[in-house]
Structures are given as C-alpha cells and as structure tokens.
C-alpha cells in the first residue's frame, strides 16, 4: 500500500478512485476535528459563544492566505452549494435577466439557478460547450456566444463535475469585467487539486470546498465575495448577525457566520489541513497524479472504445479523468465495479453521455487503475459495453 | 456529583446552570456520534449515498415516534433556525399581510421574519404580552389582541427563550385553527423538556431541537411541516432532490434532506439519544428538574428583588426559570459569575428587561441552585444589582 494511504480512515479493501465526490479525511486532520467537538461538548457555551468564534478567525486567516484573499472577505460554509444558493437566493434578477452558464455544470446548481430565475422570468443559460474540447479558443466562442445584453451574471465551473474538466475561469473572468458581468464562480473541486489565487483569479464570487481536495472533514467550504459585492449578499440562513446589536467590522462575516447552533468544528480544521498539505509537499504530489490521471486516459479510452472529451494536456485536466462509455446499463456496471471488483468510481451522466470518472489522490497508485483496467476488460467481455 | 453528570463530557468543575442555550451531549451518545463520522470516512461514497440515507431514515422514524408524527411529514435540519428560516423563505407573503407574534420571540428569529416581511411591505408584528403573566386567559386576550384579517400566520415559541417562559400554544393552535389562520411553532426548548404530541397539537409547522433538551450533538433538529402545507415549502437549500431526477414517494424528504455535502452523523444519533432517555428515565427526570426550577423561583426572585413574569406553575414554567434583575453592568455581572465563580449562566435582555436564566438539568443538584444563590449574594454585596 503507498505509504499516504495509511494515513486515511479509507477502507483498505476498496480501489477508491472516487475522491472526486466527497474527499477523503487523513487521519491527523481527523483527529483534530474530535478533539474540537470534545472542546465543544466540555465547555458548549464558551466554545459556541467565545473560544470557538476565535478559532473561526484563525481558521479564515489560514484559509485566506492559502487561496490569497482578505480574511474579510470569505467566509465558511457547509459546501460549496450552501454558498451558491446564498448567492443565488440574492442576486437581484429581473424579468428577462440571464444567468450565463454551461451545459457541464453541477446537477445541483443548474437546480438552484433555475429555481430562482423561474420565479422572476429570469433565464439561465446552459451554453453548450462543444464536445469534445478542440482548445480554448473554441471553448471560448462556444461560450460567449451565449452572452446577450441582458446577462447579468456568469456562473461557470473551474473544474466540472461529471466531466472533470477545467474551464477557463481565469479568461472568463477577465472578458466578463470589461463587459460589465458579474463572475460566480464554482471551485468545489478546486483548493488542493490546482493552484489558486483568487486575489490574481479575480472573481466577484467564489465557492471551494476545503472537504474535498483540501483534506478536512465533510461540511467545510468557502464562500469568497469581492468587497464591493458584499453589500447585495444576504444570508442564506438569518440570524443573529443579520443586523446584529454588536456588529463587529466586517459585516460579511457577521452575517454569514451566525448561522444558529451548529457544530462548525469541520471549519476549525483548515489550519490542520493546511499543515498536513504543506508536511507532505502536496503541490507535489498533486502533480504526480496529474500526471497520473492524464498519461492513462488514452488507455481507458481505448479500452471501451471512446474518444476524451478535451486535449490531454494539463490546460483541462486535472486529478480525475472522465472516460465517456456507452453501456446498455450504466447503474449495473456501476455496481458490479462496486460489488464484484471492489472499486469506488462514479458512474455519471449529462447531456446523454455517460462516464466513469477516475480521480487520482495521492494515496492511489498505478496498481490502482491496474485494478480498474482489469475489472472494465473482465466486464467487456461480459457485453456490459456497447 | 449527580451520578449522572459524570455521563456527561462537561467540565466539572462549572456550575452549569445553562443547558437551555445549548444543551449537552451524554458520552454514550457522543459515542456514537464520533463512530458513525469514522464510519463516513471508512467508505464515504457508500455512507453518503446509501447506508448514511438509510440511516437517517430509521432516526426519522425514532424521532417521529418520539414526538408523534408520520416520518415522511418531518425532516432534519441543522438548527430550529434553519426549519424557520425555511418556513419565512417559502411562505408567499403579499403587502399589508401580518405574521402575528409575541414580543417574546427569539432575536434570531425576529429578524429572519423582519427580513422576508420587509421585502413585500407585510408586517411582522410583535405582539406585546403584559408581563408578568396574570393567567393564561389574559395571555391570549393579549395575543389575540394582534390579529387582523392581514393576519396570515402565527409564529409563536412554546417554550419561550429569553424569560424562559410555556405559552398556551394548544390553545392558540385550535383558535387558529378556527380562524383559518396558519401556525408556525418554535419548539426549539420544548423536546424531552415537555411531553410533545405533534398530531394532538395540530399545528401547521413545527421546528423542534434534538440537541438541546433531548440530549443529541449540536446540529440537530428537525422540522415537522403538516402533510397538506408541504407543497408551498421550498427548500432553504436547493439540492438534487428538488425536483429529483429519482423521486421517492415523499418529496417533502427530497426537497429538504438533500443539502450538498455534509456530516449528518448529528442527525443518526437520535435513536441514541431517544434510548439514552428512556434508559434513564427521563419523563420522571425532567418532572424532578421541573419542581425544582419552580421551587426556588421565590427564592432567587427575593434575593434580587424582583417578582417573577408567571405564575409559579407548570403552566408556564419548565426546566428554565428566568429571574428579572437590575444592575447597572448586567455584562460585568455575567463575567464575575463565570469567571469569578465559575457557574455557566446566561445574562439576557428582553425589551429592555434584563434577566438571568437558570435551568435545571438532571445532573444539577441543590447545591447548583446554593452556588448561585451565594455567588449573588457576594455579587449584590458589591452593589451590582440595584
């Protein structure tokens, strides 16, 4: 077993090539995350109302300087779609505004999106992005073409989630300033996975989660909006922070924070995280499963007869691959990896295709996908494929 | 030390005569709580997706047994804020309507009615109750007082939070009832502190913790919507199970238990948390703790001189005893009790009323209530009531 894996509480006996979905928390990081909900539980008054509102700033501080913002200006959310709906919830949208997006965005978020256009006879725009992916320039056409007078704002994916592509955010974002459109920008898979600075990125908003590629616990994500856009944002979850009787300096935090009781201990392990990505010279390790995950793709592709969805170069790709399959049952196939192969791989769809998306961390070895190649030629064989 | 204080993880050397603000979890729930997030990390696909759904749906059903509702009608949520703030979101409020309430609501929750309210010109009203309360009839005269043909929904807490007061919610529910008017309880005090019977209550909605009262970690609660109101209530957070791609039979549950990625263990502790309970006794417990809130009322209100809000009976009063007091530095009063004589207990203001809360929990005992009597005794020395 490669050394890192020990580290996590994963099951041994599973080929887990899905941390895409949910990450995965090391051991140390976990440990800390216990030890504040002990902190909690000996002292709940004075964590709740005291100590642990100090941990949350020493946390945003950390987090803040991992992804390069003002501490102010970011605040923590259980995921990255509770900040998107907060978002969503409060963008002023009127009759006949769009809402520009992709066709390869998050379930969840196309969701939302539609639900709070659809009360006011806003439209939100699933683009359609060419695939697969010629370059950039192309992607970017296919984009802007969907760009009208009445776009109002822009909420695009870093890296998609069915097909574990990177867009071009940071092209995005520059274009959308000189036009004047406001940039909402999903970066669930994002911290950890590639570098990010959102102060040189500059969006006017941000979602990551940190329970994903950054290690912590599951219900720790961010919510970054550029100062002058705080003003509009309003609390998804009202509470005592929303004009609050002891506003602190920063309103954004106070009225995101507050949230009512919860246990935020998955937010005050950022810090750990963070040491953990540091000790173990991630930048590093995320570019070897990079490499991993972009020099097999041709492989797998080859194997179910598909062709990738973009250029395998760094430009779109990342820690997962999505190898587009065709099978007569998708979900049987799904669970016959699970069941008779021991491994844990998504089986998606969108737009009509489906895939099976590898994810490369760094506890996953090259006899990983060996496992995986075996099990899909075993089932090809079986006719599970088309 | 109460034998059962040592199943608690609190530290012992507080007097803790504040469970109300947020309550506390025994070890063996806590146990349970810390293996089912070990359990999330052993295979986070397959409990995230599967055996942790499944799970919440047995805690569904222990905690609507417990509290006597159909399962598919009552949903977790994080917090009694997040149920209302559900509730205020979805509920479709016109100009001029009127919520009717009480000036003795919870400030978190005054404002989260504030703000949808304001967005269309309908009013929030805060109904004044005349305190101290002569009896209960007087009470709903005054209640009733602020109804109108505006008025579209009642939102009322049963156990009220600052003067830690029971309001006649039955009563006010059938009246309601009677008048076509909507009712929205906040239940947030009332689980395993009163006995609560949601389908002989009747009400509309209701928002209940599990982690206060009944014993569960922080971030848990539930909330009941009555099956015909369903239909208008949107999710606070729009996720995949709004307008599911695979819909179950209740969309109430697709609609509201689908929240993006998080640690939901709080929620599959509540059958522990239920048996911890009843393995304990706790109807018999929570009476003991009852007499003995009500018992030394007389005593602290003397001490202080002042009168109690209620009359001193199980009508009005619980587990929680709030005695009015005046002092010229209510938040030094606050400090000096904690960090001179270490006894957790809270110091609020209410309509310019200040008060101090205690509340009694199974493992407090009559030297609890001596602690405090004496640490105010010293503190009225110093000249800091008036």
New interface residues.
């Given amino acids: 077993m490669n050394p890192i894996k020990s580290d996590?509480?994963?099951?041994p006996n599973?080929t887990f090539l899905?941390f895409g979905?949910?990450?995965?928390?090391p051991k140390p990081v976990?440990e800390v995350?216990?030890d504040f909900?002990?902190k909690?539980?000996?002292?709940?008054?004075?964590f709740?109302l005291h100590d642990g509102i100090k941990g949350l700033e020493s946390s945003r501080k950390a987090l803040a300087h991992y992804v390069n913002c003002h501490h102010d200006d970011l605040v923590f959310v259980?995921?990255?779609?509770?900040g998107i709906?907060t978002i969503?919830?409060s963008i002023v949208l009127e009759k006949g505004d769009e809402i520009l997006s992709t066709n390869l965005e998050y379930?969840?978020m196309d969701?939302?999106w539609k639900?709070?256009c659809d009360r006011v006879g806003a439209h939100y725009i699933q683009q359609k992005i060419s695939l697969p992916i010629k370059d950039k320039a192309t992607l970017l056409e296919d984009f802007w073409a969907g760009s009208s007078p009445k776009t109002k704002a822009i909420f695009i994916s870093q890296i998609t989630s069915a097909t574990g592509l990177i867009l071009p955010v940071k092209e995005i974002c520059e274009e959308a300033k000189k036009r004047n459109i406001l940039t909402i920008i999903d970066g669930a898979h994002v911290p950890a996975h590639l570098p990010l600075d959102l102060l040189d990125l500059n969006p006017d908003v941000y979602v990551g989660?940190c329970?994903k590629w950054m290690l912590a616990?599951?219900?720790s994500s961010f919510l970054y909006v550029k100062k002058e856009q705080q003003h509009w944002v309003?609390p998804?979850?009202?509470?005592?922070g929303?004009?609050s009787?002891y506003p602190s300096h920063a309103s954004f935090i106070d009225y995101h924070q507050?949230?009512?009781?919860?246990?935020f201990s998955?937010f005050l392990t950022v810090p750990a995280a963070i040491a953990y990505l540091e000790k173990h010279h991630w930048e590093e390790e995320a570019r070897k499963c990079r490499a991993m995950a972009i020099s097999n793709a041709t492989r797998f592709c080859n194997l179910v007869n598909s062709d990738p969805t973009s250029p395998l170069t760094e430009d779109f790709l990342g820690q997962m691959f999505s190898i587009p399959i065709r099978s007569k049952d998708p979900l049987q196939l799904h669970q016959l990896l699970f069941e008779t192969y021991k491994i844990?791989i998504?089986v998606t769809v969108q737009n009509g295709q489906w895939y099976l998306r590898y994810s490369i961390q760094a506890f996953n070895s090259a006899q990983d996908l060996d496992v995986l190649e075996a099990a899909l030629l075993s089932i090809k064989k079986q006719g599970l494929f088309l």
Same sequence: chains 1, 2.
Avoid at 78 to 82: E, H, I, L, R, V
Avoid at 236 to 240: G, R, V
Avoid at 258 to 263: A, M, S
């Fill in positions: 996590f509480l994963l099951d599973i899905n979905s949910f990450g995965a928390c976990f995350y216990q909900q002990r909690l539980e000996f002292e709940p008054v004075r709740l259980t995921n990255p779609s509770y709906n969503a919830k379930g969840a969701r939302t639900h709070y989660a329970h616990p599951k219900g309003d998804l979850l009202i509470s005592w929303y004009q009787d507050t949230n009512g009781t919860r246990d998955a844990e998504p």
